[in-house]
């Protein structure tokens, strides 16, 4: 992946509900990628997806075929 530099404010997950919960926020990179972070503990890293790489987890989660 080329670029790192996040170009949009990360949002968190709209399944995302209560102080209770694992949740995850999703920013755009530079490039079309994705940097995605823990929302309860935001300083302990975060992690980038090149545009092709996003695009076939979403696509599988959508289909149904990503996870246990």
Known sequence: ???QEIVTQFKKSS???????????????AGGGRAVRDS????????FHAPGAWAA?????????FGG
């Open 15 to 29: 399944f995302s509900q209560g102080d209770q919960q694992e949740c995850v926020e999703v920013a755009e990179v």
């Open 1 to 3: 992946m080329k670029s």
């Open 40 to 47: 309860k503990e935001p300083d302990r890293g975060t992690q």
């Open 57 to 65: 987890f979403v696509g599988a989660v959508k289909a149904g075929t």
